[in-house]
Each structure stands twice: as C-alpha cells, then as structure tokens.
C-alpha cells in the first residue's frame, strides 16, 4: 500500500469510504473499473457511480476538513463516436448512454465504458 493512499473492498457498500476520508484534507477519486470485459453495463456504470457518489458523501458526513476533491474524468464523457468538433466543459457524450439504454449487453465494450464516465460526472 501506498502511504495516503487507501483502499476499500466494493465501492458499492454504504458508508465504504466514511472512515478512509477522515481526517484528510484532499481526496483523488479513481473510482471507475477500466476494462473491455464487462457484459453488463452496471458493471462498469455501477460502481464507477456508487463509488464517485460514496466518496462525496463520505466527505461531506466525515470530513469537514476537505479542501480539494479530484475526480479523475476521461475524454470519453465529452468524445463520441464520428464527431469532429470542438470539445470544451459544455459538451456531453450522449450518444454511449443512449446506446447503452437502447442495447443493455449488447452496447459495445467502447460505450459501455464511456456511458459509465459520462455518468459519473453527470452524479458527481
């Protein structure tokens, strides 16, 4: 283990990150699973939400402290598929969620990734 550096065993438990967050003053969240394996997208959109959510609410229940929270992002909530535009903080990637509520499991590996970052930081 790194020093600062803490981890909990499922992002998805309430309260799982309560304790890791006291006393700290700043927090980098990482929490999105990153791999082309999930056949469900709740396994990439489940856990990268519940686990950016839980972080914030640990933060705000135990840590009063906090002076900065860092959540790491990825072009895949802005890029989509054939765009060739501009990207700037104002645009979103519709078109991975859109995809993943029309096809479920059959979304693509691509998508199924970047619908779970577009939600993070839609929750966030």
Not at 24 to 34: H, R
Not at 100 to 123: D, I, M
Request: charged fraction near 25%; glycine fraction near 8%; aromatic fraction near 6%.
């Amino acid at each position: 283990m790194v020093e600062g550096v803490e981890k909990v065993d499922s992002t998805s438990n309430d309260g799982a990150f309560d304790q890791v967050v006291v006393g700290v003053d700043a927090v980098q969240c990482m929490a999105s699973p990153f791999h082309f394996k999930a056949d469900d997208p709740q396994e990439f959109t489940g856990p990268a939400v519940s686990g950016t959510v839980g972080v914030l609410e640990g933060i705000k229940k135990n840590a009063p402290g906090v002076k900065r929270v860092v959540i790491a992002s990825s072009v895949a909530s802005i890029i989509y598929d054939k765009s060739s535009e501009i990207f700037n903080k104002t645009g979103w990637n519709a078109t991975s969620p859109n995809e993943v509520k029309q096809k479920g499991k059959g979304t693509s590996a691509v998508h199924k990734y970047r619908a779970s970052k577009v939600l993070v930081e839609r929750a966030a």
